[in-house]
């Protein structure tokens, strides 16, 4: 958004010599600008990060390997100054203003944390499982980037939120219980990404939800959690697209929230069509919702966002695949169903040809 600020200040100064503006709005423009400036990582930020990544896993992996030949005592003061060394130095560098070093410092330090938790529980035997250390790992973490009020270790701590999510839910061979901790993990993490500014931990923590419902659905009642995902979901794409000051003072994503409301009622009504698969009459239905949702979602928020128009285009796609596959043999037979299948088609092409010029005479300004 560095560039988007940019312009929008040349465009001030035109406005001022033009007269269309005084100086003092003029100047609270550009105080208004520059307070909501997106901060973006530039290609070099997330090649330094990427550089910290592999070096603090270089380490570990190197304290690891002489594990056993290092005294116990060093070992935990090897771990502990790493740990310092990633957190203080980034601090450093940041005051610095060296931001993508510090920031890459940061995951560095939270690396070697995670690391840490992993080799101490070896080394003294600790009870627990992969997925206890990876809660423990994001905690840690989120706690890390409230402190320093980090978007990169917030969307690292949002990232093994998920991570634990799925180690724990999906543990089929065993009846774990269902993780409803991950709620009162990501409300933390959500509010800890207003405070840090990050739009990406924000955007990942939606998609977990998604999840974690999907995981409900698996774990409890398929036919009701899907459903009901599929129109809360339904739900929340409307009031984005009719309400989208109100929502995005919430969501604060760029008015992204359209495209996670669509992503969950598509994989509500997978979900449910792949329960009920073997019953024609409600399996017509779902997917008649199915490809009406993925129009609608087309004609209303299609033109505000090329992203929702490609989901919403697959969705279509994989729905019509899906039908094909499950309803094969109870139709007509082949034939009748290339025929329907035909007509669909070319239905779709009709209204998304008519989508696509609507979208291509909409006013330069409107954003797609």
Known sequence: MATYSARVKKDIA??????????????ALSRDVEANERRSLSFGSILAILAAILFGAAIL?????????????????????????????????????????????????????????ALIGQMYHLAGDEAQAVLTWCLGTGLAAAALRSGPLTVAAAGLAAAWLFLTGFEI???????????AIAAALWLIS??????????????????????????????PVTAA?????????ALAVWLPVSTE??????????????????VGMAMLQAEIA?????LVLAAAVTFAGAVAALVLGGRESRGLRWIAYLGFALELCFVYAAMLGTM??????????GVILALLALVIIRVERRMNAAPQGVAV
Do not use: C
């Open 249 to 266: 003072s919430v969501a604060r994503i760029d008015g992204r929230l359209p495209v996670h409301g669509l992503i969950g009622f598509l």
């Open 229 to 237: 995902l599929a129109a809360v979901s339904a739900v929340l794409f």
């Open 278 to 282: 073997d019953d024609l009459g409600p």
């Open 14 to 27: 035109r406005w001022v010599e033009q007269g269309l503006i005084g100086v003092a709005t003029a100047d």
């Open 194 to 223: 207003y405070w840090t500014r990050s739009r990406a931990a924000r955007h990942l923590i939606l998609l977990s939800l998604i999840g974690y419902v999907a995981l409900l659905a698996v774990r409890q009642d398929m036919v």
């Open 173 to 183: 061979w065993r009846d774990s219980p269902i993780p409803h901790l991950f709620l």
């Open 61 to 117: 992996l190197v304290v690891a390997a002489n594990w056993e030949g290092i005294p116990r005592l060093v070992r935990v003061g090897l771990l502990f100054a790493l740990i310092l060394a990633g957190y203080v130095g980034g601090a450093f560098l940041k005051l610095r203003q060296h931001e993508a070093f510090g920031e890459a410092l940061w995951l560095v330090g939270a690396a070697a944390f995670g690391g840490s938790i």
């Open 332 to 341: 007509l037979g082949t034939a009748g169903f290339l025929l329907a299948a």
